[in-house]
């Protein structure tokens, strides 16, 4: 056996076999759901999964106006931001940030279990939130996962 033959394949955009996953977020627990799509956005359910690289897949989330939280996060969980001037921190719970913009709360749980650097930037653009059950990429023809029979 010659083992100077054998060459690690490392994939990069151009040979990565990206596929469109549907997730349905209704009674879904949202760290649950966060850190799976962010795993699917990465690629690492993927043989071919490289860290440098964009080898995920595109993730289309709808229903996540119904999302659960489970305790008493909805009054306990802060989203803390700051303006930039002194005195700037501002402080939102997760049910005032549900009732200004309902899918923000998904997204900021999935953005931060993505890489914080370009490749985290380029992943996030891959997903897709909407709120209710219609979504514009049924042309892509997405493929239903069941997040309960996912380890």
Do not use: C
Not at 27 to 53: C, D, E, M, W
């Amino acid at each position: 056996m010659n083992t100077l033959s054998y060459k690690t394949i490392s994939a990069n955009k151009e040979t990565a076999n990206k596929e469109w996953i549907l997730i349905d977020a209704e009674n879904q627990v949202l760290g649950r759901l966060a850190s799976i799509t962010a795993k699917f956005l990465r690629g690492k359910y993927k043989t071919n999964f490289t860290p440098h690289a964009d080898t995920g897949d595109y993730v289309i989330i709808i229903n996540a106006d119904k999302v659960r939280l489970t305790g008493d996060k909805w009054e306990q969980k802060e989203y803390i931001r700051h303006t930039g001037y002194p005195g700037g921190q501002r402080v939102t719970t997760a049910k005032e940030l549900m009732a200004k913009n309902n899918t923000a709360i998904v997204e900021k749980a999935i953005k931060g279990m993505l890489p914080k650097n370009k490749l985290g930037s380029q992943l996030f653009r891959n997903l897709h939130v909407y709120a209710g059950t219609e979504h514009k990429h049924e042309a892509q023809k997405p493929k239903q996962i069941n997040l309960n029979s996912i380890k």
